[in-house]
């Protein structure tokens, strides 16, 4: 199946720096979204991005999809204690055999210390 | 609009039990997927679904069946529990227009 890399695993950082977490992927997509879970609830979706070398922004969250397809980014802007959570890039085709599926990476961890 | 809904939220099996975890959504969506989360390994496909009466396999389909009758529920099933089946199950389902799958808020089961 399709491999995601995402990368770091982990984060402790303090309330008000800034946070960057990539992705990168064996094979191309045509859309990467980033999701973030909080304890005990489902992933919810952050940003979702559709063309290559989009970069688009929610707040205090920027995103990148990368221009060759196969890689993408996230940054959380001055952050604060209610952005900890998983943070997770998925990947999606949405045509063919994958038609329907969509690939999550293994997560970002993220924790804010006041 | 209950969005997706999930059942049980927690569930303790012993080891060669069957049982089913419940799905069910109301926002009329084709697709419909599961996924089992474990620490340190993100989610991973069991089963999805493009719309009632097809289903195909994920990356870790063994040991789960599933099937799609209607286009509001998407039940899984186990038929003998392995402790390796012991994680966190999501269903997750979104229109076939959007790209967005909305979550249940998860099962999470333990088998002894």
Known sequence: ?114 | NAGVTQTPKFQVLKTGQSMTLQCAQDMNHEYMSWYRQDPGMGLRLIHYSVGAGITDQGEVPNGYNVSRSTTEDFPLRLLSAAPSQTSVYFCASRDSTTIDYTFGSGTRLTVV
């Open chain 1, 1 to 114: 199946g399709q491999q995601l890399n995402q990368s770091p695993q982990s984060m402790f950082i303090q309330e008000g720096e800034d946070v960057s977490m990539n992705c990168t992927s064996s094979s191309i997509f045509n859309t990467w979204l980033w999701y973030k879970q909080d304890p005990g609830e489902g992933p919810v979706l952050l940003i979702a991005l559709y063309k290559a070398g989009e970069l688009t922004s929610n707040g205090r969250l920027t995103a990148q999809f990368g221009i060759t397809r196969k890689d993408s980014f996230l940054n959380i802007s001055a952050s604060i204690p209610s952005d900890v959570g998983i943070y997770f890039c998925a990947g999606q085709n949405n045509r063919g055999s994958t038609l329907g599926r969509l690939y999550f990476g293994r997560g970002t961890q993220l924790t804010v210390w006041p």
